[in-house]
């Protein structure tokens, strides 16, 4: 059974604020990631951890800040955003990051910065 | 770098009809994996279809099946017996075999079903 849940569903949050998105999956998976998608656009890469390392930040600002508690979760802090950063946050899981395993991904995120 | 072009914006289908979207792509890798997710209203990322590159044989799932074309650098999806449930954007995908993390997406198809 393939499952990545993502809490909460919505999100609203000032921009002063702080908030998490969190992200579980229970299939074992040893590679985890977070992308952005905006509004008819696919799906970007923002981080990826692998074996709860993380091994990829595409240039992502300082204020999205990401943690890999364990391997079957994952977090993104988010402080101080803008209204620009409104999105939906997908996260993502895969048995490895190498060798082209797929990538299965939650329901996602939806984050309005007001 | 590795592009994957959808050249498709928008596509409907007639209910139970056929319907064929197109995908190509630039790499000059020789191994690799491409993918179709289907991304519904509800917007959730799935897993339509996945095909080895190093595979002659074209994947198939259901009533959903590609035509990948190697040389021509080109992974089209057909549906077949197309229903509501497949409204939907659908992206090709590409992944590099080895030591790329990252799934280079196109741009997607909006598929529209008519009843």
């Known amino acids: 059974d393939t499952e990545v849940t993502q809490t909460p569903k919505h999100l609203v949050m000032g921009m002063t604020n702080k908030k998490s998105l969190k992200c579980e999956q229970h299939?074992?998976?040893?590679?985890m990631y977070w992308y952005k998608q905006k509004a008819k656009k696919p799906p970007e890469l923002m981080f990826v951890?692998?074996?709860?390392?993380?091994?990829i930040n595409e240039s992502v600002p300082s204020r999205f800040s990401p943690e890999c508690p364990n391997s079957s979760l994952l977090n993104l802090h988010l402080h101080a955003l803008q209204p620009e950063d409104s999105a939906l946050y997908l996260c993502?899981?895969?048995?490895?990051?190498?060798?082209?395993?797929?990538?299965?991904f939650g329901e996602g995120s939806w984050l309005t910065v007001v | 770098a590795q592009t994957v072009t959808q050249s498709q914006p928008e596509m409907s289908v007639q209910e139970a009809e056929t319907v064929t979207l197109s995908c190509t792509y630039d790499?000059?890798?020789?191994?690799?994996?491409l993918f179709w997710y289907k991304q519904p209203p509800s917007r959730q990322m799935i897993l339509v279809i996945r095909?080895?590159?190093?595979?002659?044989q074209n994947a198939t799932e259901n009533r959903f099946s590609v035509n990948f074309q190697k040389a021509a650098k080109s992974f089209s999806l057909k549906i077949s017996d197309s229903q509501l449930g497949d409204a939907a954007m659908y992206f090709c995908?590409?992944?590099?075999?080895?030591?790329?993390?990252?799934?280079?997406f196109g741009t997607g198809t909006r598929l529209t079903i008519i009843p």
């Open positions: 993502a899981s895969s048995q490895e990051v190498q060798e082209g395993n797929t990538i299965y």
């Open positions: 299939m074992g998976h040893r590679a």
């Open positions: 951890y692998s074996y709860e390392k993380l091994s």
């Open positions: 790499t000059s890798e020789s191994d690799y994996y």
């Open positions: 095909q080895e590159a190093y595979k002659q």
């Open positions: 995908a590409y992944r590099s075999l080895f030591g790329n993390e990252k799934l280079t």
